[in-house]
């Protein structure tokens, strides 16, 4: 009866809130000047996707990303202003406390024009690094667009990007070519797992400063597969904020070009589907989780009844048993959760730091979630211990679960008995002749008569 | 340390004047490729002509200070000029490593390329703008060695992902000793009751006065000697079951049966003793 309520109010909520797992609010930072209809496309998708679109010019004093103290929009699409910066309202400050008060942004930058300081300040913060001149273009000689871009070969075209690394979840991944027009690179730092790349440049790619007719060779600072074209940061409330190199690769235009790689076949781009995913990952309809019911108690056989259900406190070398149900957030839906093959969800189970730390296998699944569990015998060590599920990976929602139990020592008749250990016979064996002997010492020293002694006898 | 150099002496000299041509591509010659050992000369080393067609067959061995120089002169066409873009491209199939330097530069090789385990293919990259075909070819490979007993800083970030499992390791069970040893010293113990009771024996040990005792005070007697093994039972129930709750009384009552009935089971004693009997 209960989770028939739950899964009701469920659907009922999902029906309200349209997609989004975190509100539907979206302002879209553009120029008066920039063609809002060259974008048309990509205003009517996020619009049948439930997202309430706002426009407002960066320069506008209306422009506000809080209204008393809060959020006052749940996302945020700056597209790149054609002024010198982003305006007084979006200070990177500004844009970094949206992002603290859980908003998700997606910044916007051309190779057309230099990118403006305060992009790049606010880029600075989060170690992601556009080049020194801030004007820089993609080109590469080999993966660019024959149709559109014969002389410049500033129009990328890449095939969409498989997992980032084997054991991450591909989230952007499918068929199709994306063509990407003058991209402004990006690299990223070193030193910030928070940071990661979503499509990187091809390995024959460089960027250079079109305003110089041959570019030195110590201007080139990065190459190849070093620079981004698209990046992503996750901070720690996972809040999203995704760079895209190139904005007009989100143009009605792009959306559907036909194009044509050296040497290759004349194909039509998949940016819309790319656009949907990029804005869907940031905007939090995909990569998105949820931790439904955590359960732990003694491993047992049968049912556990629900007294003994997530117990204070356990013995030291106690067979325990854990599980956790796992969701999901897949566009409009929560899904059980599926992380990729190489990748494990771990449970460990610590004190200061970890005793255990195993794999948490899938063993069951609901309608909304996968339940993992995992089977352990508890360490030889009494004190406050926790079972701890910290799962953060590239792309998704941090997942930080921590459950504090007691681990006792053994109680004082939980040893075994002493005649069952046999390097203690001896002593019990001791005791008991001594006892023996006492009894029969006893009834001598009652009983005994005098010994006659040959000697007293003949006195 | 790992000085690498690649220099691209331009020829200007005859056709850079002349027309592009539309189908034309990108390529070079004169190529050549020296490594260095540190110390030896601009001509010390190792030297080797590569051709834009066909790869070296065997791959160059790159080890510690040396230093890699790379020549060429590069085409459009059949006519040397100076390309947009000429790198020498270093590439790890496996790892996906991939690293750029253009000519005409002096750069270090990075931290990641040293722990490879298989060479690295080295290409050379000549590409412009317009129509000609860009050039993309490997042109020899490069296994880097380094002195294992030089640790290098590691190249480790931080990066979210599956940890090491851990599993603890148990402290070892008590262990007995083998139980041949123990029922043998057990074996010693019980028989040093044997062993007291034929000193005795040697003694001279004797019941003579049982009869005697149990004919004046029969009850006192027996009632003693059954609250000394009642005594004997009640921890015997102690160590198996009895808590200390239980012990107390049981024992209270068999220590005052003992008691009165000793007294007089001792006195019968004493009037032995008084009776010159013992």
Redesign the interface.
Known sequence: MKWCLSLLLCCFLAAVNALSSSGSRLLVVLDESTEKSAYSTLWSDLEGRGYDLSFESPKSDSLSLFEHGERAYDHLLILPPKSKGLGPNLTPKNVLDFLDKDGNIILALSGKSSTSSAISSLLLEVDIHLSNDRSAVVVDHFNYDTVSATEKHDVLLLNRPGPLRPDVKALFDGEGVLALPRVAPQTLGNTSPLISPVLRAPETAYAYNPKEEIPAADDIEATGSQLNIVSALQSRNSARLTILGSVEALEDKWFSATVKTPGGKKTTTANREFAKQLTAWTFKETGVLKVGKIEHHLASNGEVSVDDLNPKIYRIKNETFFSIEMSEYAYDKWVPFRGSTGDELQLEFTMLSPFHRLALQPTGKTETSTVFSAQFVTPDQHGIFSFRVNYKRPFLTNIEEKHEVTVRHFAHDEYPRSWAISGGWVWIAGLWSVIGGFLAFVVVWLYSAPVVDKLKKTQ | MHLWQATAPLCLLASAALPTVAASAWGFTDASVAVQPKGAGINGGFKEQISSSKPLASPLAFTGADTLRVTLTTQEGSSAK?P??A?L?L?DSQS?L???Y????QKELPLQFLTLPNPVDARV?I?????S??Y?HSVFKLSIERDVNIPIPTAE????????????T??NDPT??P?VI??A??GA??A??PV??GL?LF????????PT?LKSAPLP?AVF?AS??GF?GI?FLYYTSWNLFQVLPAAAVVGAVAFVSGSR?LGE?QGRRLAG??
């Open positions: 100076r947009h873009q790198f491209l590439k996906g991939d690293i750029s253009p000519f005409t530069t990259v590409g412009g703008f317009g129509s075909e860009a993309d970030a931080p990066r979210y992902g599956k940890l090491p499992e851990i599993h603890h148990f402290k007995n000793p139980i123990t029922l010293f057990v113990v019980i040093s009751l007291l009771a005795w003694l001279g040990v004797n019941l003579n006065h049982l005792a007697h000697l000394l093994a004997e921890f089971a004693v009997l013992r």
